[in-house]
């Protein structure tokens, strides 16, 4: 089995003083993406990933969350200019609106991607997947709420006519538990065609996935100089910080 780092981002910035939480500062993205290449690692789609068992030794998979503008303004062209794959996870509901979800917290609004934008996405340099409709916490929902997310979801993409490779991240990196409500999520995110879901969990995956709903990802935040970053492509979780 092959170590699969499959690392998270959400939000960017020009300003390194403002590089925290979920918002990484564009400088240090490039130079997180300068060391993959220096090192020679590549990265992957999830389609490709569901046609593969086998990987080359550094490889690692970039996912972004919620497809703010700050990805399309910061994050896509330093993916093009070194050569990365990325997969932008996709809440359908939100789509021209901002990051709402967030108010409750007291965070800045962070504005989203209209589909217009999406579409643009050239597809040999992001590839885009489910981040549910509503961008609720799916283990609250009930088996009936649930399908009427994934058909929220369909809708749009449909309309928006958006190709969205069937993989969902879970938001908030939240999913049932216990049993046995947690296999018949499962069941259920089989039964709409969901090939990966993927998790939070900070730990390196090991490719192929033995289980591939629960697949975890590790969380890049804007506090993350170099040398925390390579701790957390080698290792995942952080335990001398």
């Not at 981002?9 to 060391?35: D, I, P, V, W």
């Not at 990805?71 to 990325?86: D, N, S, T």
């Not at 992001?126 to 809708?155: K, V």
Request: some cysteine; proline content about 6%.
């Amino acid at each position: 089995m092959t170590r699969l780092p499959v690392l998270m981002y959400h939000n960017f910035c020009a300003q390194e003083e403002a590089s925290k939480g979920l918002t990484l500062a564009a400088s240090r993205f490039e130079e997180q993406l300068m060391y993959l290449r220096s090192k020679g690692y590549q990265s992957f789609f999830l389609s490709e990933l569901s046609v593969q068992t086998v990987l080359p030794k550094r490889s690692v998979v970039l996912t972004f969350d919620d497809v703010t503008v700050s990805q399309w303004e910061f994050a896509v062209p330093l993916l093009i200019k070194y050569g990365f794959k990325a997969v932008f996870f996709v809440p359908f509901a939100y789509l021209g609106k901002t990051d709402a979800w967030n108010a409750t917290s007291g965070a800045a609004a962070h504005p989203i991607m209209t589909a217009e934008q999406l579409r643009a996405l050239d597809p040999n340099v992001i590839e885009l997947a489910h981040h549910s409709f509503a961008h609720p916490r799916l283990a609250t929902l009930t088996s009936e709420a649930l399908q009427q997310d994934f058909d929220q979801a369909q809708q749009v993409m449909a309309v928006e006519q958006l190709s969205i490779f069937p993989a969902l991240a879970y938001p908030y990196g939240n999913f049932p538990r216990q049993q046995p409500v947690q296999s018949h999520f499962f069941t259920q995110l089989q039964e709409n065609g969901i090939a990966f879901g993927f998790r939070i969990g900070n730990t390196v995956s090991r490719f192929p996935w033995s289980n591939p709903y629960i697949i975890p990802r590790i969380d890049i935040k804007g506090e993350d100089h170099l040398l925390r970053f390579r701790w957390k492509l080698r290792w995942g979780r952080l335990r001398l910080w």
